[in-house]
C-alpha cells in the first residue's frame, strides 16, 4: 500500500500552533526523504490528538510506540 505524500503533509498542518512550527521545520529538513516505511509511521502518527503529540515531542509524555519513536526524534530535532 502506498501512502499518499501529499495528503500526509497537508495532514501535517496542526491546530496547535506550537505542533505547525514543528512541522513547518520537519517539513523543510526531513520530509522528502523519508522513505516509505517512516511516512507510514508519520501517517499513523498524525492520528493523535494534537495536545498528546505535543506531549510526546516536548519530551512530557513518554513515546510507547516503538515504531513512532525515530519520527518523534526527527521533530525534536526541528
Known amino acids: 500500500m502506498s501512502i499518499n505524500r501529499g495528503r500526509v503533509r497537508w495532514q501535517c498542518r496542526r491546530a496547535l500552533l ?45 513515546c510507547d510506540v516503538d515504531r513512532w519513536k525515530e519520527m518523534i526524534g526527527l521533530l525534536r530535532q526541528a
Do not use: I, K
Not at 31 to 54: E, V
Open 18 to 62: 506550537e505542533l505547525d512550527l514543528v512541522f513547518a521545520r520537519f517539513l523543510e529538513r526531513h520530509f522528502d526523504r523519508l522513505s516509505d516505511d517512516q511516512l507510514a509511521d508519520l501517517d499513523d502518527l498524525l492520528r493523535c490528538d494534537d495536545y498528546d503529540l505535543w506531549a510526546m515531542v516536548n519530551g512530557s509524555q513518554a
